[in-house]
């Protein structure tokens, strides 16, 4: 049974951290491309920031919104992902969720809600 675990969201004041974490299980992670994504209230689901598979280097790619300000890194030994969240803004205020994707595979976890307010 696929499973994709977000944890680490929470209340944060603006200019603060946090760090979510993503825990696989029931795929073979390491050849998965692993993406964050976002949804705030009335907009649409964002692609945050993404890591190819281990086989492809484990490159990230990021929103230009969080360009600077966010790292994506993967623990191929403990099927997980993770997201470093600096500086953050009002605006990442968010349900953030993770995904699995490999060829026609496509898993999403429910999601970690990230509020950033004072």
């Known amino acids: 049974q696929v499973q994709l675990v977000e944890s680490g969201g929470g209340l944060v004041q603006p200019g603060g951290s946090l760090r979510l974490s993503c825990a696989a299980s029931?795929?073979?992670?390491?050849?998965?491309?692993m993406n964050w994504y976002r949804q705030a209230p009335g907009k649409e689901r964002e692609l945050v920031a993404s890591?190819?598979?281990?086989?492809?280097?484990?490159?990230?790619n990021y929103a230009d919104s969080v360009k600077g300000r966010f790292t994506i890194s993967r623990d191929n030994t403990k099927n997980t992902v993770y997201l470093q969240m600096n500086s953050l803004k009002p605006e990442d205020t968010a349900v953030y969720l993770c995904?699995?994707?490999?060829?026609?595979?496509?898993?999403w976890g429910q999601g970690t809600q990230v509020t950033v307010s004072s």
């Open positions: 890591i190819t598979s281990a086989s492809a280097g484990g490159s990230t």
């Open positions: 995904n699995a994707r490999r060829g026609q595979y496509d898993y």
């Open positions: 029931g795929f073979t992670f390491s050849r998965y491309y």
